[in-house]
Nanobody, 117 residues
Framework: QVQLVESGGGLVQPGGSLRLSCAGS????????MSWYRQAPGKERESVAH????????NYADSVKGRFTISRDNAKNTLYLQMNSLKPEDTAVYYC??????????WGQGTQVTVSS
């Protein structure tokens, strides 16, 4: 059973940085494509970044390109999202997601990121 637990969210000032983590268990982490999504109040959940199973391929939403970096450590079964130059519009609940062969296998419970002065 896929279990995903996010951590690292919090309150940060505009221009600041945060690093989110997502610990996976109950599945072969290294065989899954991993992703970060976010959902702001009153908005639909949107894709932020994706990383292939071995970490060799990544892609990002245009809104975060050049500011966010997705990475993974398959030895630690952990996914990361380094977020720099944060803006108020980055405020959202951030979720990690595991997928295999295009089928979503699980979501984390989410971690709140608030960017405000």
């Amino acid at each position: 059973q896929v279990q995903l637990v996010e951590s690292g969210g919090g309150l940060v000032q505009p221009g600041g940085s945060l690093r989110l983590s997502c610990a996976g268990s109950g599945f072969t982490f290294s065989s899954y494509t991993m992703s970060w999504y976010r959902q702001a109040p009153g908005k639909e959940r949107e894709s932020v970044a994706h990383i292939s199973s071995a970490g060799g391929s990544t892609n990002y939403a245009d809104s975060v390109k050049g500011r966010f970096t997705i990475s993974r450590d398959n030895a630690k079964n952990t996914l990361y999202l380094q977020m720099n130059s944060l803006k108020p519009e980055d405020t959202a609940v951030y979720y990690c997601r595991a997928a295999q062969r295009g089928i979503v296998r699980g979501w984390g419970q989410g971690t709140q990121v608030t960017v405000s002065s």
